[in-house]
């Protein structure tokens, strides 16, 4: 009989990459360890995905441990793209090498998981009827690894045999002298095919969707790259972690369209003969997020399987065209569309030709029947969540995870979820994973929990877990990271899509590993932000959100800091005015406008500059007159260009964008005098600019909105010109410091107290300021303005005295809303394509200018009253 046991500190479910090192580093910090293992051995996804071709397609330098010198110098990969058995080998060598094997527990699956909180263990139980507590449970299951069953009916009836790529035979198949099918052209239906094709008498595909694959170039470890890591790993290592992908890379900051066609098919061409699966997502920027710039990758890579496969049918129904590159997850192949091209292969297109059944015999589709000897399921997993929802896990009070996670999973980090005290997830939904080198992103998170662990125990803490606060506020931004991608919009696996009755969520964080690495950090930093302890040292949390700001904000912000940009409030106003067009020339363009044509106007005191920007669609159109940011002291008719071509686009206005005089040469009341002359100018001459009489707006961002706001009320008390709507964006309309908003965003946020002091400074004495015509929050009526959209960012110093003019202009009786914009700053609105999380705030000015123009239309308000 085995003696009993002693409960270890920690079970750790799967032998894989993840479960093997963490094992080691928790061995090493003196946690008694248990590993479970349903596999024969170690290897967990390279254990079971033994289909012939199998083999990373991250390079195998990269995809390997960094966590010990002496393993990774004494181990040689043979290949650039390891096959499936060396890289078993490697795994088996680590096993051995650290002497791992005899804390795990082979071919046992867990089945059950309860959190037991009187005894504040984890109580387990194993299909060999083992029953295990524990401290702490982690499952490090792998996100690829319980195959998703063949939705596809009669599977049970075929008499020949069936293989499946994720659980494939240990002694491998012969297919010589077959008729073998095989249903599903992801990544390991184009690793395998080639290569039963050369074996096979006759192989027929069953492609429901084609995919984006290109030659892998695979060989020996090429040169280049193993001088690079040879001459110090280390360093070579530091950079995989802090980079997008997990591996070393030029991040760019070119668009797509802002090269010659030309020189963006060499970049294309290089990356297609790089033989890198990350190549094409390091050309330009924008590929991930701008579907005409995907477009433009897509078609590329059509026009090489156009050139490979001699059928043309073939070869069209080879090429994806129902979703954007990279949104489901290219391969890299060798002579997979070449395969094609043999006489005893053939494509079934069952887009065209469906599946009806499996039958004893073949595949019958719609239109054909077949006759088979084996067919070969590579339909994919259940990805990301499904061997971790696959146990029963019961947290505080019974609750299963199951039932928690059955609208999509919910995660603080993808390491931990609330209500599940001690439960840890390697790799987890939520975090980057599976859009990353697994092996960078699975040390981290080894590292990660360890180093908590190691902490805990320190400070004699023995429960953990996340806050609602603290998750909620992961899951709003694993989601906001997604939505400014073109991800959530394919049926991939990355969205649940291929499981039938699966919530559809983007599971993964597209944020980038570097991002991801920094804000795990930060948690640690702010004393473990977001997680709540417990135990004999006391009970402790810091409550908090960790990633407040949108995911290109913080991108924008760090860049900006990395430029080393000096502070527009240390320069000469000559020197800030350079500055500022200096950092506009980098800016994207914005899109296309049917006309811009330059002009003058009559200010206050003498002429002025506008720039006029017209839609492509037949006028005449309403008109939004706008009033560029800068602090009345920056900028001019051109300076917010991209933004008034989106308001343009967008709002399918004619946008005049309007100069005024400039502080410190021209104070207060400068520059609203000649707002307001504008607008009586424009809407007096709204026929002759092409425009719609009565029809006009004002809109204005920053300083900009400080004139829109004021010009509306001079308009008011003047009794015109008629101004349909005001949009405020983060307008300047108090000269109080000492809001919430200044206090808590005064610095680091580009916007800065001390800038706003400058600008003011330059504008207006101490005692002008309190003027409605500086600050109309002031305003002593605000009734009979125009209806108003303002809006406002976060973590914006100007934020709460924006939010007050919205609240006081409802007070007051006017139609006015207030839009908030979460974890934005005071430049992002008019950032346009640099910014895509203000996508959705653009897209709701353009809504309201449309509806006051439209409004106006049909007001009662006789034309000649807006004329002055
Ligand atoms: O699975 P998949 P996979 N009838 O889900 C089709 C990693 N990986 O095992 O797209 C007909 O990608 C399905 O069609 P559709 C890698 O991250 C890495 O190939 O749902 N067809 C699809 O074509 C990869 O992304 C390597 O319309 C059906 C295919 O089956 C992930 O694992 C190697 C069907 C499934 O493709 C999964 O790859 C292998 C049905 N009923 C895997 N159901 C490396 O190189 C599904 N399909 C490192």
């Known amino acids: 009989m085995d003696q009993p046991r002693p409960d270890p500190d920690v079970v750790v479910v799967g032998a894989g990459f993840a479960g093997l090192y963490m094992l080691h580093r928790l061995r090493r910090l003196g946690f008694s360890t248990v590993v479970i293992e349903s596999g024969g051995d170690v290897g967990g996804t390279w254990y079971w995905n033994r289909y012939p071709g ?84 982690i499952m490090a299951t792998g996100c ?53 094709a050369q074996q096979a008498a006759a192989l027929v595909v069953f492609q429901r969707t084609p995919n984006f694959s290109r030659p892998a170039f695979n060989g020996p470890v ?53 033989g890198d699966l990350l190549a094409f997502n390091a050309t330009f920027v924008d590929i991930g997020s701008n579907p005409e710039a995907n477009e433009t990758v897509c078609e590329f890579l059509r026009n090489k399987i156009r050139a490979i496969v001699r059928d043309p049918e073939t070869a069209e129904a080879l090429c994806p065209k129902d979703h954007y590159y990279g949104t489901k997850r290219p391969c890299i192949d060798t002579g997979y569309f070449e395969t094609f091209n043999l006489p005893h292969v053939r494509l079934v297109d069952l887009r065209k030709d469906p599946i009806r059944t499996i039958t004893e015999k073949g595949i019958d589709t719609a239109s054909q029947s ?73 040390e981290q998170h080894v590292e990660w929990v ?14 953990v877990e996340p806050t609602p606060t603290a998750e909620a506020g992961w899951g709003r931004h694993v989601n906001d990271c997604a939505e400014i991608t073109l991800f959530p919009r394919a049926n991939s696996w990355y969205m649940g899509a291929n499981v039938p009755g699966k919530a559809r969520v983007f599971l993964p964080y597209v944020g980038g590993v570097d991002r991801y690495r920094k804000l795990c950090d930060e948690v640690v930093r702010r004393g473990y932000l977001g997680l709540a302890f417990d135990g004999p040292g006391g009970a402790r949390c810091n409550d908090g959100v960790v990633a407040r700001l949108q995911v290109d904000v913080a991108t924008l912000l760090d860049m900006m800091a990395e430029l080393g940009v000096p502070a527009f409030e240390t320069l000469s ?81 004619m946008v005049i964008s309007v100069d005024y005089r400039h502080a410190p040469e021209a104070r207060f009341p400068a520059a609203v005098e000649d707002g307001f002359a504008a607008v009586r100018w424009i809407a007096a001459n709204a026929e002759r600019l092409g425009g719609d009489p009565g029809r006009l707006a004002v809109c204005g961002w920053s300083a900009g909105g400080n004139i829109a706001a004021v ?46 002091r400058w600008f003011w400074d330059h504008y207006a004495d101490p005692a002008e300021r309190t003027d409605p015509k500086a600050s109309p929050l002031r305003a002593a009526d605000l009734s009979g303005l125009p209806p108003a959209l303002v809006v406002t960012c976060e973590f914006d110093p100007l934020r709460d005295e924006g939010a007050a003019y919205a609240d006081a202009l409802a007070a007051a009786g006017v139609d006015a809303r207030h839009l908030a914009c979460r974890g ?37 308000v006789p034309r000649a009253a807006a004329v002055s």
């Open 144 to 196: 690829l690894s319980v195959p998703k069953t063949p939705d596809v009916p009669g599977v049970e009836r075929f008499a020949g045999a069936s293989y499946y790529t994720g659980r494939w035979p240990h002694e491998g198949v012969d297919f010589t002298g077959k008729r073998v099918a095989v249903i599903g052209t992801g990544s390991s239906g184009i690793q395998c095919i080639p290569i039963i």
């Open 573 to 653: 106003v000559a020197d800030a005015r350079a500055l500022s067009v200096a950092v506009a020339a980098n800016r994207p363009p914005g899109p296309a406008v049917g006309e811009v044509v330059d002009g003058t106007l009559p200010g206050a005191a003498g002429p002025l500059a506008y720039r006029c920007y017209r839609p492509a669609s037949a006028g005449p159109h309403a008109i939004v007159v706008y009033f560029h940011g800068g602090g009345w002291v920056l900028g001019g008719a051109d300076a917010d260009d991209p933004f008034c071509r989106d308001l343009c686009v967008r709002a399918d206005a």
């Open 370 to 442: 077949f006759e088979f000897d084996a067919i070969v399921y590579a339909t994919g997993f259940d990805a990301m969540t499904g061997a971790i929802v696959g146990v029963d896990v019961r947290g505080r009070d019974g609750v299963s995870l199951r039932d928690r996670w059955a609208d999509g999973p919910k995660t603080y980090l993808g390491l931990m979820t609330t209500g599940f005290p001690n439960f840890f997830t390697i790799t987890g939904p939520g975090s980057p994973s599976v859009l990353s080198n697994m092996a960078v992103s699975i």
């Open 222 to 274: 090429p040169a280049a790259k193993k001088a690079r890591f040879d001459a110090d790993p280390a360093a070579y290592r530091e950079a995989a972690r802090w980079s997008r992908a997990g591996v070393p890379m030029e991040n760019t900051l070119v668009r797509t369209f802002q090269v010659s066609e030309a020189e963006r098919l060499a970049a294309y061409e290089a990356a297609y003969a790089s």
């Open 711 to 756: 010009v509306c009320q001079l308009a008011r008390d003047a009794g015109g010109p008629e101004i349909a709507g005001q949009v405020l964006v983060t307008p300047v309309v108090d000269c109080d410091f000492g809001r919430m908003s200044y206090v808590a965003n005064g610095e680091g946020y580009l916007l800065t107290t001390a800038l706003m």
């Open 450 to 463: 360890s180093d908590c662990l190691a902490h805990m125990r320190a400070e004699r803490l023995d429960v």
């Open 54 to 137: 199998a083999r990373c397609d991250i390079e195998s330098i990269d995809y390997s441990y960094s966590f010990d010198p002496d393993l990774q110098r004494e181990w040689q990969w043979s290949e650039r793209y390891a096959t499936q058995p060396e890289i078993l080998r490697y795994l088996g060598h680590v096993a051995d090498r650290f002497d791992l094997r005899r804390d795990i527990r082979f071919a046992t699956r867990v089945t059950s998981a309860a959190w037991d909180g009187a005894a504040r263990r984890w109580r387990l139980r194993t299909d060999r009827g083992d029953e295990i507590a524990c401290r702490f449970y």
């Open 824 to 860: 934005q700053i005071h430049t992002s609105i008019p950032l346009v394509d640099a910014i895509l999380s203000a996508n959705g705030a653009r897209a709701e000015i353009a809504a309201a200018l449309r509806r006051f123009l439209a409004a106006a239309a049909g007001s009662t």
